[in-house]
């Protein structure tokens, strides 16, 4: 599919991304969307992802010359196909644009691993060629609402959704015959929504968290890594930290939460306030901004500047190419999640808390076995198994009777 328009990030706090066609002009059912988005109070990320959704549709609109307000479910039903069998664009590097294909250094065969196959040092899947199944459900949840919100105003000639809801369910009311003694489940799904796999959480093990800690390069990446792993805090929300909000005396660091955007202190290890003024001293001798309103987090090199959720990505990126593994920040918070709830003097309401999750059920996801978990057990089986082969257990002695019994009961030798 042709790469037509494009997805602009603006400065305005009201609208912070624009769809653009393909001759510079702002899409107008897209921009509207964006506005009721912000309205809603969502955060700026939000229409940010929503907006890759709709240029990947209106990419596909434009190709087949098909009105937005015109497209029909055969439409939505053949791009929904397209996006199963697709390869996904390759993103070349800037380094490499102006350089011939043949001059662009490809990695050894065996260097790193197949798309889409097992990590060998994580097992976790690596990036695959395709697009990966929540993509898919991303993008039908994405369109179905965007085609719902107009059809609501009523913009344009648009009649019918052509991302409907599942054919058996799209008049019934929701829950319409629900057990009150049972959890509630949902009802409404879209009728071209793939499946998407239940990902079970994982943890870095200790041996290979001190391995990635030990590839860092300074003090801030090392501070950073100990403070995601003692807070749990999510990786952009632990970025909005600033200088006054770091409280060595009361051992907190203080961030906005993602979703709510309100301020909460985060109770941290006594490690990662001695790497932190490790990062400070260094950082403040070479010229960095320092107050308390200020940044906590900044660039390595000049010119300043705060330390962004992509550049904080690609650092810890580089210290996983020297392993060889694929882990990423969001398992820094699950390894966090995981150390907090083997604590028995911690209870789980706590945790809640502190992860700043709105409902104490979210932490189910990590009482199911994890697929370490499954492996050590099923070995620690056979492990066992092999002992009883090797060591059998005596057979039991055969029935009968005490000859003292049968000496007091028929008069028997005296002894």
């Known amino acids: 599919m042709p ?16 769809l653009l066609d393909p001759l510079g002009r702002p899409v107008e059912p897209a921009a509207e969307y964006f506005k009721d988005l912000m309205a809603a109070d969502c955060s700026p990320l939000t229409p940010r992802s929503y907006g890759m959704d709709l240029l990947r549709w209106w990419r596909y609109l434009w190709s087949f010359e098909i009105e937005w307000d015109r497209a029909t479910r055969e439409d939505a039903r053949d791009f929904t ?3 199963k069998v697709a390869d996904k664009p390759v993103r070349v590097h800037w380094r490499h644009r102006d350089k011939d294909p043949s001059e662009i250094l490809v990695p050894m065969s065996g260097t790193r691993p197949a798309p889409g196959s097992p990590n060998p040092v994580t097992g976790k899947p690596t990036i695959g060629t395709k697009y990966a199944a929540t993509t898919r459900a991303h993008f039908e949840t994405v369109l179905r609402m965007f085609y719902d919100f107009h059809l609501d105003l009523n913009t344009g000639s648009l009649l019918v959704n052509p991302f409907p809801l599942v054919r058996a369910r799209r008049s019934a009311r929701v829950n319409a015959h629900h057990n009150p003694e049972k959890e509630f489940w949902k009802q409404r799904t879209g009728l071209y929504r793939p ?18 800690f030990a590839g860092l390069r300074s003090h801030r990446d090392r501070a950073l890594l100990a403070f995601w792993v003692a807070t749990g805090a999510r990786a952009e929300e632990l970025l909005t930290a600033t200088q006054g909000g770091a409280k060595v005396g ?20 006594p490690d990662a306030f001695v790497w932190l003024r490790l990062y400070q001293e260094e950082a403040w001798k070479k010229g960095v901004p320092r107050g308390r309103g200020k940044a906590l987090w900044w660039t390595l090199r000049r010119p300043w500047r705060p330390l962004e959720y992509d550049a904080a990505r690609m650092m810890f990126t580089r210290a996983n190419e020297l392993l060889g593994s694929n882990w990423t920040l969001h398992d820094l918070r699950h390894t966090a999640t995981f150390l907090m709830l083997d604590d028995p003097n911690l209870p789980p309401v706590y945790v809640q808390k502190i992860l700043g999750h709105k409902y104490l059920s979210t932490l189910d996801i990590y009482n199911r076995p994890t697929t370490d978990d499954i492996i050590t057990a099923g070995l620690a089986h056979h492990a066992r198994q092999e002992r009883k082969k090797s060591n059998p257990p005596p057979a039991p002695p055969a029935p009968a009777y005490k000859a003292e019994s049968l000496n007091v009961l028929f008069g028997g030798p005296a002894q």
Do not use: S
């Open 3 to 18: 790469e037509i328009g494009q997805l602009i990030e603006t400065e305005d706090r009201w609208e912070p991304v624009r």
């Open 250 to 269: 009361q051992q907190t660091v203080g961030v906005i939460r993602k979703g709510t955007r309100d301020y909460q202190e985060l109770p941290a290890a």
């Open 81 to 83: 196909l397209w996006m």
């Open 195 to 212: 499946k998407v796999p239940k990902r079970i959480p994982r943890r870095i093990p200790d041996e290979k968290y001190t391995e990635v």
